[in-house]
């Protein structure tokens, strides 16, 4: 993968940028050897990924005047498995503000290879959301290229492998996440920290 943080530019009148540093692994030193990728040229890196992975590249630059910003993005070297769609299933009111809810979860395989004994958990919801533990994991089998699976959930019975419990009285805030889990090419990956839905 390349990284391209050339596009960067000095907010102080007068001055340039004069330094680039990654953290590519997320440990929080800049401009490792090999950890943070190799130099091609001024504010570009390159560094091979040779395992599915996610995580969040970190530039820092640094003006003229030493005056440095850091700014991060998510990375996903290889994310096979992604969420395409969320739909509430069925609702359990448990209290005047609180209810419970099942949900439907859509994943689709994005990649061209088919993914085996695909396991999905549900590891961040939004604030206003609590997991409910019991109910955050699902198994969903084999999946070929293009292919999508979902969640069960059933609404007469009030059963679901992903469960939510709602705070009406809190602020919506933040976003989901997931951790993947499969068998592809005869290796077994985990990949946490999926974002909310596919690219």
């Known amino acids: 993968m390349t990284f391209d943080g050339t596009a960067s530019y000095a907010q102080n009148p007068g001055t340039t940028i004069v330094s680039y540093e990654w953290d590519l692994d997320g440990d929080g030193i800049f401009n490792e050897e090999h950890d943070d990728g190799i130099i091609t040229s001024p504010g570009i890196v390159t560094k091979t990924f040779t395992l599915p992975s996610s995580g969040v590249a970190v530039l820092k630059v640094t003006d003229s005047i030493g005056d440095s910003a850091e700014s991060g993005a998510e990375i996903i070297t290889i994310g096979l498995a992604f969420v395409t769609n969320y739909q509430n299933c069925w609702v359990n009111r448990l209290t005047r503000i609180i209810s419970r809810y099942g949900i439907i979860v859509t994943v689709k395989n994005i990649g061209s290879e088919e993914i085996e004994n695909l396991v999905l958990t549900l590891t961040e919801v939004p604030s206003n959301r609590f997991i409910y533990a019991p109910a955050k994991t699902s198994e969903l089998g084999n999946l070929a ?47 946490p920290n999926l974002p909310p839905l596919a690219p």
Not at 146 to 153: H, I, K, L, S, V
Not at 160 to 186: C, H, K, M, V, Y
């Open 145 to 191: 290229p293009g292919d999508e699976a979902t969640t069960a959930c059933n609404p007469t019975t009030k059963e679901a492998d992903i469960q939510t419990t709602l705070n009406r009285r809190l602020p919506p805030g933040g976003s989901w996440s997931w951790e993947a889990e499969f068998d592809l090419g005869g290796s077994h990956y985990i990949i």
